[in-house]
């Protein structure tokens, strides 16, 4: 048997945030209170993977997860990056927009190798023989799905539990396909993916209060991932002008503009100047925009980087992973009973 | 004291259903089953408005509501008008593209004449003396909001509760600028407004189960409001067309094609056609479609007509009302139960 949400102490995941706020540290508390810490290992090298699984395991021996980008499909029109480039002139020096896998291959084997507990995918489904290698592994399969439609796919891919993420979640959309993606609050999505498999879920986007958590408990969800909620964690690299942001504004949209697939992040210049030209092209522009994004956080100009966030974000509390994650529980247990009071 | 949400035997409002679903004997059959049923008075005259509240008094002594659109602004750019009614020129005879305020004042008047238990609002805020005059009647006022800055708006003007609006519900947006919508999912939009109001709040969005009414409860709200699945119930005068189209269509989409105020319907030819083409403009496009939808309801015709339905609507149940409401309540019972095991 793989690890299942419903072993959790307190049903709470720390979402993977990739791009810097997820560390060991992080992970490795939020675990050690109960919940599921994760690591994000999209962007990062194998070297850099094995550093942090390294890191978790020296701070706890409980159960945690790495969450790994599916290989991203064919590479976009060309054409339609250097366009993209060509209006990107003025914001500085821009990377190369290559195609490449992230070594997607380098770093499942690295997760199976190490024997993960839970190694859950956003972007699609892994292969066959990759979930196999890491069920023999015992790591547990989870997907990100946005749709009834993904979560039937991803039930036939042998998944062991679903991420169930709504438009409301911050960061990048999990959707298969990034041309069409689901774009479905997260309660109508989980009754709607309920009702489609059987399998048990892990309910993502927007919940940032402990009544948030007893809700998805309530609408189905074996456990609540929850991410802009731990991005003022102590333990969160969280960028001083990202947690800044995150307290002082408040619009979130959804944009290609920095990856070149559809993300939550706070609005910001460059998401409001440049989100209507870019086009659907994963992971190109995230090498064209990286120079940009990496001057951005060396003059701490929060107009000019991705300050990925979702829509409940201005709740977020600043406080050590562990609190965190007892009030989240304590507060769902008094939402609970207040619900059933009412009913 | 006004009606109260928490007072409902059962925490279910059926959503006033505009345009045909919602009918005296539907909102009859939600309120003596021990919820709370719902007339829509937008688009119809007063007169139709009191032959509505008597045919509900004539089936139960039970409170019910009554939903209103606020005053709409002033009129909009008629070139725009123009420009859009231009793209329209092949799908038939177009309706006068005028700006009307629906009879507001008349309908309101009649409204605390007839001393109705709840009163909501739709697009705004009603102003303070109307609020006052409602009052009076021993009316509560219930304003719908789609952001905490409306939330705490309508506060301050007096509503007795919210309907909180999340962005999966089908029909109309309620937001209050129909430029600047909110397009928040109804779990972080609860968390959102129940930190910013004290008020009691009535969630509303893709909710079509038990489950779901259980999590909005968890989430804070004193009831669930519910559309979409009771659009197939036996009381509702929804077309045939339009419940062939919940049962065997998938996708919605936000839309201005129809009325020219964003509303959330199922994809067909003409939201697919012409929704990039439509300007903000209420009422005026609704008056310049009005005789293509009649035509097309006239010949059964799903691909021109407005499908309003929200994103949970396929799992809609054909039964009558009064089943519905009970099976609601019994899921939700035993939702919060499992969820509290879990916990």
């Given amino acids: 048997m793989t690890f299942s949400p419903s072993q959790l102490e307190h049903p709470i995941v720390q979402a993977p945030m990739g791009g810097g706020p997820s560390t060991p540290v992080?992970?490795?508390?939020?675990?050690?209170?109960?919940?599921?810490g994760f690591l994000a290992a999209g962007y990062i090298a194998p070297a850099a993977v094995r550093e942090d699984l390294a890191a978790?395991?020296?701070?706890?021996?409980?159960?945690?997860?790495v969450n790994l980008f599916a290989p991203p499909g064919t590479p976009a029109d060309p054409?339609?990056?250097?366009?993209y480039a060509a209006t990107l002139r003025d914001e500085g020096e821009l990377g190369e927009p290559r195609w490449d896998d992230d070594r997607y291959a380098a770093k499942l084997a690295?997760?199976?190798e190490e024997r993960v507990p839970v190694v859950s995918f956003t972007f699609g489904c892994p292969a066959a023989a990759e979930v196999e290698a890491l069920h023999a592994a015992g790591t547990a399969v989870w997907l990100t799905v946005t749709t009834p439609a993904e979560a039937r796919e991803a039930a036939g891919a042998?998944?062991?539990a679903l991420v169930v993420q709504g438009v409301e979640a911050g960061g990048h959309r999990g959707s298969f396909d990034d041309a069409a993606p689901g774009e479905i609050g997260l309660l109508a999505l989980?009754?709607?993916?309920?009702?489609?498999?059987?399998?048990?879920?892990v309910a993502a986007g927007g919940i940032a209060t402990g009544a948030g958590v007893a809700a998805v408990l309530a609408a189905g969800a074996s456990a609540a991932q929850i991410g802009s909620a731990f991005m003022l964690a102590e333990e969160a690299a969280t960028l001083p002008a990202?947690?800044?942001?995150?307290?002082?504004r408040e619009g979130t949209a959804l944009t290609r503009a920095f990856t070149g697939r559809t993300a939550r992040g706070l609005v910001n210049r460059f998401l409001s100047e440049h989100g209507d030209d870019a086009p659907s092209a994963y992971p190109e522009v995230a090498h064209l925009t990286a120079p940009l994004r990496a001057q951005a956080r060396e003059r701490d100009d929060a107009d000019a980087?991705?300050?990925w966030a979702g829509q409940a974000h201005s709740l977020a509390r600043e406080a050590p992973a562990a609190e965190l994650v007892r009030r989240f529980a304590t507060e769902a247990r008094e939402a609970l009973a207040e619900a059933a009071r009412r009913l």
């Fill in 26 to 36: 992080l992970a490795a508390a939020v675990s050690e209170a109960g919940g599921l």
């Fill in 79 to 83: 054409a339609a990056v250097r366009r």
């Fill in 158 to 160: 042998g998944a062991d």
């Fill in 242 to 248: 990202h947690r800044e942001a995150l307290r002082s």
């Fill in 190 to 201: 989980l009754a709607l993916v309920r009702d489609a498999v059987e399998l048990p879920l």
């Fill in 56 to 65: 978790v395991r020296a701070f706890t021996g409980r159960a945690f997860g």
């Fill in 110 to 112: 690295l997760l199976a």
């Fill in 305 to 307: 980087m991705n300050l």
